[in-house]
């Protein structure tokens, strides 16, 4: 992992402090990270979702992409660690390629594509949804509902930059604005949206 991954595993996963109210929970029940383009996104999905899986006992996590094949590439980054390695295939009762992977500790790992009541009424433990410039709002906030009786309930969306028409996009970006206190945003972006023709300022943007 690069180090601004690991920081930012840490970050989501980062617990209230001592003397908080929520002391040791999840800081936040929300979490947007809009990176640009071949940076891994899927790679923090895959150990966001295995993270989920042996996190605790029974636990229901939901991946969500614009298409049910697009949410299969986190899917089977996940399935391809567990056969690889017996250690943690001892782990899991039930990896298949399409139905499911389930642990030993009665965990589930579903993909579902972005569409009208596909997640309503799952009482979901964690929710990982790709591209959230091409999803759509209702599948956030279904998702963010059905965490709502998790006292460790979270929902990570990984993105790449949208457009004027990435309505849930544009939500979340103005939410960040507001910086409510269980909400994490973690946005990279360049100070212009241009291209810079000097080498160096394009570093500086690129950066």
Known sequence: ??????????????????????????RYR?????????????????????YGLLREK?????????????????YKRVLEVIQADP????????????RGIVGTNKSTYLTK???SDAVQGLATDLGIIDELHITKPAMWT???????????????????AGDEDSELLIRLYKTAEDAPERFGYFIWEAPESRVPEDDEELGRFIM
Do not use: Y
């Not at 250690?87 to 399409?98: G, I, N, Q, S, Y």
């Not at 279904?142 to 993105?159: E, F, S």
């Open 142 to 160: 279904d998702l963010t509902n059905g965490t709502a009786a998790k006292p460790r309930g979270i929902v990570v969306g990984i993105t790449t």
């Open 87 to 98: 250690r943690l295939a001892k782990r899991f009762k039930k990896t298949t390629e399409h």
């Open 113 to 115: 594509a972005s569409k």
């Open 30 to 50: 929300e979490v947007c990270i809009s990176v640009a383009r071949q940076n891994g996104k899927s790679v923090l999905g895959s150990i966001l979702a295995m």
């Open 1 to 26: 992992l690069d180090r601004w991954q690991r920081a930012r595993l840490r970050a989501v996963r980062e617990p209230s402090p001592e003397g908080h109210p929520r002391a040791g929970q999840l």
């Open 58 to 74: 029974g636990a229901l996590v939901v991946g969500i992409a614009s298409t049910h094949e697009q949410a299969r590439i986190v």
